[in-house]
């Protein structure tokens, strides 16, 4: 954590590790209960996964709020300040994989009102996929492990190709049957989200290797094929 | 810009503004450029608009560098420090404002290939009024005018409600005619994206606010209705 002595100044620092971890873990579940609400359409649990993201709201000011102040009663310095500026940047970031969390767990209520859906194990399997992913990229964080960061932000190329497949098997379904049109455009927003939070997941092993390294990660991350009609 | 009177300071200050209105500025181009080529299916603006993407991720890094070495050699406090943080976000948001322009701009090729789409001048009617909308609050940024960043803030549910009727009308093409299935996808993520930027767009008058005021903006902004099939 640096060569400074100020105690204090470690409490504070180790605060924000620990709000941030905190935070994530919250985002975390509200993944995973908005992919169970889609697996087993269970309203209830949406309109949980719904007002709990507020709760994150609230988290992600709080952090702010209490980073600024570091900054202006610390100057924190080198990597105490890179992971203040990180936090600053993560708790952005873990909100708006609430916020596409909730979203997806709105859905769950339109999609209850329909008929079997033929595509629902794929969705779920790239969900829990995009949920290891943000599981690994917080614990990289909190261990302060830059080889497990790199490797999260070199696998989101898996999630970008299982969108593409997604996409294709999506629109498949609703060439053959007119009656999937309606829920087939609620899965493919489902698809397009999960692959959103596959990107923020990135963006947050960026973050974890720039307060360790002091350098970006570079910006040859690997992709999925973009010709598909899906397109990134 | 405060009391404080070391001029290499607020000569800093000015050109970290500086710097987020020219980077707002291309964004803002790269978001017109995508509706035009979308509207006259021109791909080889779409190129453009993908390449000159890469000069929006360069500059914020270059903003991020430049605001974390004012944070520590100048240790700016209170509106200073929040000038500085809020450069720190709102670069973030528009480098995600130009990855959506650029994906708008990469289905130009996709639709290009398609048949005339009734939907086209709705969807560059919603484009115009989210590029207004983000011409709007770079203006109420630049020119540190709370009062026109709530202005663009409460605005933001119009694009919402075009978003909802969008997302009705394009699934209703799709029900009506299955040769419309693969554009009306492409039309449908569009739309989001377009909504997305809007979205953006609330979050930097929220930072604009929070500049000026020293309080965030508040939570009580005026949403599109939800209940409808386009959700959030």
């Known amino acids: 954590m640096g060569e ?10 180790e605060k924000i590790e620990a ?35 507020k709760k994150l709201d609230q988290m992600e ?5 209490f980073a600024t102040k570091v900054i202006a009663l610390r100057a924190p310095m080198a990597q105490d300040l890179r992971l203040v500026i990180a936090a600053l940047k993560i708790c952005t970031t873990l909100e708006r994989i ?11 209520a339109s999609i209850s009102k329909l008929g079997p859906l033929p595509t629902t194990p794929s969705i779920i399997r790239m969900g829990r996929a ?13 261990g302060h492990d830059t080889k497990a960061a790199v490797a999260v932000w070199r696998k989101d190329v898996d999630i970008d190709e299982m969108y593409n497949a997604m996409f294709r098997e999506v629109v498949t379904y609703m060439m053959e049957d007119n009656r999937m049109i309606g829920a087939g455009s609620q899965l493919l927003f489902i698809a397009k989200n999960l692959e959103r939070i596959g990107d923020h997941t990135t963006h947050i092993a960026e ?7 002091g350098a970006p990660l570079g910006d040859d991350r690997p992709k999925g094929e973009p010709v598909s009609p899906a397109i990134d």
């Open 98 to 108: 609430g916020d596409l969390s909730k979203n997806i767990a709105k859905r769950a």
């Open 19 to 53: 709000r941030i971890s905190e935070m994530g873990g919250l985002a975390e579940e509200l993944l995973a209960g908005a992919l169970t609400s889609i697996e087993t359409r269970d309203t209830s649990l949406a309109e949980q996964v719904t007002a709990r993201d």
């Open 4 to 13: 400074h002595i100020v105690s204090a100044f470690d409490h504070d620092l």
């Open 130 to 142: 995009t949920q290891a992913q943000l599981s690994e990229v917080l614990s990289a964080y909190s």
């Open 61 to 65: 000011m709080e952090i702010e709020e």
């Open 207 to 213: 973050m974890a290797y720039y307060i360790q390294e």
